[in-house]
């Protein structure tokens, strides 16, 4: 069975104090990894999909990076606009494929 | 584009009523979903479509009814409501079902059952 464990479960951050949020998976054949962004009240808005051990994208103060058993968020000097909850998911080679595994989020403030 | 459009936004139903939550997208995707969200639980598959005429039962289908008529919407049925469907539901659509594609989610809808 597919599993996505996200931590840590919330995050506090000062402006311009960088982190990162972990999500941790195992998936029998991994056909994606996903981050998707959520507003309270909104639906996740997608950030990235990573396909392979080792690929990394950016996108303005995030960075998302893939090893064989992990993914990384880094936010770098964050801004009050970054707080929302991050997902990760992750899309397995069986079956329908576009059926994603959910973690269960990193809820992220961050204030001035 | 409108995107995933949900409706309603919010619901109170008593137990054992029954209610259809609406979806349609705008964007010609082949594929649709449904799935709940509840606290400290991720994102989970209720049922989902790959085309008009097809659909089949994710992770939790059981107590939710689905149809696909037509490309654009994707309706998910409560036939009896219960309490333990109290949640909050998000339509999700992308190109198709092959590959490693983006789903596009809607807005939500907020369930609550008495």
């Known amino acids: 069975e597919d599993q996505v464990t996200q931590s840590p479960e919330a995050l506090r951050l000062q402006e311009g104090e960088s982190s990162s949020l972990n999500c941790s998976y195992t998936v029998s054949g991994l056909r994606g990894l996903f981050w998707y962004r959520q507003d309270p009240g909104k639906g996740p808005e997608f950030l990235f999909t990573?396909?392979?051990a080792g690929e990394e994208k950016e996108k303005e103060r995030l960075k998302a990076t893939l090893t064989k058993k992990e993914s990384f968020l880094h936010i770098t000097a964050p801004k009050p606009e970054d707080s929302a909850t991050y997902l990760c998911a992750v899309q397995a080679y069986t079956g329908t494929a576009s059926k994603l595994t959910f973690g269960t989020g990193t809820r992220l403030q961050v204030t001035l | 584009n409108a995107g995933v459009t949900q409706t309603p936004k919010f619901q109170v139903l008593k137990t054992g009523q029954s209610m259809t939550l609406q979806c349609a997208q705008d964007m010609n995707h082949e594929y649709m979903s449904w799935y709940r969200q509840d606290p400290g639980m991720g994102l989970r598959l209720i049922h989902y479509?790959?085309?008009?005429?097809?659909?089949d039962q994710g992770e939790v289908p059981n107590g939710y009814n689905v149809s696909r008529s037509t490309t654009e919407d994707f309706p998910l049925r409560l036939l009896s409501a219960a309490p333990s469907q109290t949640s909050v539901y998000f339509c999700?659509?992308?190109?198709?079902?092959?590959?490693?594609?983006?789903?596009?989610f809607g807005a939500g809808s907020r369930l609550t059952v008495l």
């Open positions: 479509s790959v085309g008009a005429g097809i659909t």
């Open positions: 990573l396909y392979s």
């Open positions: 999700a659509s992308s190109k198709d079902s092959s590959g490693a594609n983006v789903l596009t």
